[in-house]
């Protein structure tokens, strides 16, 4: 609740989503990341796949996952914006990285790629706001 208390005070652009929008969005994202990013750490555990080509996943998942704690724990816009730019550029690097191998799993993290650059840009709006 203190979570979206603090969301609720940042001064926002006129088209920001509400608050209750990114719970169902970030749901169905995580089934694909679960998929996805589930099959290209079995293919890297199994050597199918390099780290050159997990290195972009793996990444990802560590900026992903500190988003949350860097915005709403630590109520630091400005290193929110750089994660999540962080979080955008890893993301499209792991979808150029493995479309040459996995079509598929590439083409499936589209949603996710399209609403992390929709993130990015509601975040750096955000942080200029709020300065």
């Given at each position: ?52 080509i ?54 499936l ?23």
């Amino acid at each position: 609740m203190e979570n979206y208390n603090y969301y609720q005070m940042l001064i926002k652009p006129f088209w920001s989503p509400p608050a209750w929008i990114f719970g169902p969005v970030w749901m169905a994202l995580y089934v694909i990341i679960a998929i996805t990013y589930g099959v290209i750490l079995y293919k890297f555990i199994s050597k199918n796949l390099s780290w050159k080509i997990a290195l972009p996943f793996a990444l990802n998942l560590i900026f992903n996952f500190s988003f949350t704690t860097i915005q709403f724990g630590l109520k630091n816009n400005l290193l929110a914006s750089i994660d999540i730019i962080l979080v955008l550029g890893t993301l499209a690097w792991a979808i150029i990285a493995i479309y040459p191998r996995y079509r598929w799993i590439a083409i499936l993290n589209i949603p996710h790629l399209i609403w992390v650059f929709f993130a990015t840009i509601l975040q750096l709006n955000i942080t200029y706001l709020n300065m």
